[in-house]
């Protein structure tokens, strides 16, 4: 049948079509400092490991997360939240790398809730990236040394510990790295009342404390695995287990 196209109708057609590649477009693993992500967009690790975005569990309070993009669970397997104790109050928000060169996000009024507050020398073009590691990290273009990186995620754990990150110290910086559990599971990422440290003087072992209280050792490393912890088996072909200890810095960490 002939007849002539409707306007409304091919408007929409281009419209849809439009956002469908800006979509697109933003769904890769890097932002640029030109660019922002929105509430309803997403960065994917290269090889669709991992993904970051805002998530929400009552639509009320909305948050900056990565999740495992590869497990098609009910709820998102969340490993990492930014603004877990200061979320959005609104699905309108964004998140951008700032002129003083600062991950930051922002709520719909244009003030930012939560920021990266690393400094640099050179804030400008700079690029955020999400690894296949989990890893979220804000750097210079083409820069590889991981020295030189200028803020990432795994220096700031919240309630996981993936491959790759350290649990302990970093005596010239006075950074500590821990884990602490989230108010509830699949309910509420803000800090729980549950933490996992390492605790490095005499022997350096890690504990786990409810608030204030000593719950659970691990036991001094012993060479091999922490001596408390005789599930750790060291000679596997899947798990490698590290602890390192030096005047710098004094850490556990485990790779597939």
Excluded at 41 to 70: C, D, H, M, R, V
Excluded at 194 to 213: A, C, M, T, V, Y
């Amino acid at each position: 049948m002939g007849g002539s196209t409707n306007p409304l109708s091919l408007f929409l057609l281009c419209f849809t079509t439009f956002l469908t590649l800006f979509e697109v477009s933003i769904s890769t693993d890097t932002l640029t400092s030109s660019q922002s992500l929105r509430t309803n967009q997403t960065l994917l690790s290269p090889n669709a490991i991992f993904e970051l975005g805002f998530f929400s569990y009552t639509n009320s309070t909305w948050y900056l997360g990565i999740w495992y993009k590869t497990i098609h669970d009910r709820d998102r397997t969340v490993v990492w939240v930014a603004n877990r104790d200061i979320p959005l109050q609104t699905s309108l928000g964004f998140l951008k790398i700032n002129d003083q060169g600062n991950l930051v996000i922002i709520n719909q009024s244009q003030k930012p809730i939560w920021s990266s507050n690393q400094t640099t020398t050179t804030p400008s073009n700079l690029i955020l990236q999400l690894f296949d590691s989990g890893n979220l990290v804000l750097k210079e273009p083409n820069e590889n040394d991981p020295k030189k990186i200028l803020w990432q995620s795994f220096d700031y754990p919240t309630d996981t510990l993936l491959p790759g990150m350290k649990l302990g110290w970093n005596f010239d910086t006075g950074i500590e790295k821990h884990i602490t559990s989230w108010s509830a599971t699949n309910e509420d990422p803000s800090s729980g009342d549950f933490s996992f440290k390492l605790d490095p003087r005499g022997l350096p072992e890690i504990f786990l404390w409810n608030k204030n209280q000593r719950i659970y050792r691990s036991g001094p490393w012993n060479g091999e695995r922490f001596s408390g912890v005789p599930e750790m088996q060291p000679n596997t072909d899947s798990i490698k287990f590290t602890f390192f200890v030096d005047q710098h810095e004094a850490y556990y960490t485990f790779s597939i």
